[in-house]
């Protein structure tokens, strides 16, 4: 069995990555309110820091600490976004390859008759 080596297409793999990164943030995960409303990460972020106000201590912990918060989920987020991207990637390139062999050996099948 012949080892078949697939070349990287950054541009593939960097838009599929950013689009899944751009879903994880916009897409509703968690309840918001008595009613339970779905709310997204980048509207809770937007919110928390533009309603404080920054008059005491405390409040500054609660945004530091809500800071932190979505910082870790949007590491989280990038680094399960792009590998589920690299993945998806290697599907692409190997379909890609798959399309030009057939398209190259059916070329030369039709005109070595």
Known sequence: MK????ETDWRVWLRIGVILFLVSWFLPIIGVGKSGDPGC????LLFTFF????ESDATMEVVTFFGMAFALFGILSAIISFTIAWFLHCAVVIVRNRRERKRHDAGLTAEGM
């Open 3 to 6: 080892l078949t080596r697939f």
């Open 51 to 54: 309603s404080a106000r920054f």
């Open 41 to 44: 990460p980048a509207i809770l």
